[in-house]
């Protein structure tokens, strides 16, 4: 059984970073195309990052060139860096096995001076 577990939200100053951790505590999906999603009070979750099997990652606008996913199959790990972060950036941020309805708990994030 898959499951998920993330860590690493905190409460950061605009321009900080912070590093989210997801674990998969269950099953090894090293082999599954990974996501983080994000979701502000009163918005839609929404695609932050992902990472296909062979490698490749793809961010939206919002965010390209501050965060950064990254995987340690070896650990059944999934990371996302952010830098640079703005009030904006403040949701909570899940990690999902993409095209599944494998959600983990959740992390909140605030970005606030």
């Known amino acids: 059984q898959v499951q998920l577990v993330e860590s690493g939200g905190d409460l950061v100053q605009p321009g900080g970073s912070l590093r989210l951790t997801c674990v998969d505590s269950?099953?090894?999906?090293?082999?599954?195309?990974m996501g983080w999603y994000r979701q502000a009070p009163a918005k839609q979750r929404e695609l932050v990052a992902s990472?296909?099997?062979?490698?490749?990652?793809n961010y939206p606008d919002a965010v390209k060139g501050r965060f950064t996913i990254s995987r340690d199959s070896a650990k059944k790990m999934v990371f996302l860096q952010m830098n640079n972060l703005k009030p904006e950036d403040t949701a909570v941020y899940y990690c999902?096995?993409?095209?599944?309805?494998?959600w983990g708990q959740g992390t909140q994030v605030t970005v606030s001076s």
């Open positions: 999902n096995i993409l095209n599944t309805n494998v």
């Open positions: 269950g099953s090894f999906f090293s082999d599954r195309s």
């Open positions: 990472i296909l099997r062979h490698g490749e990652t």
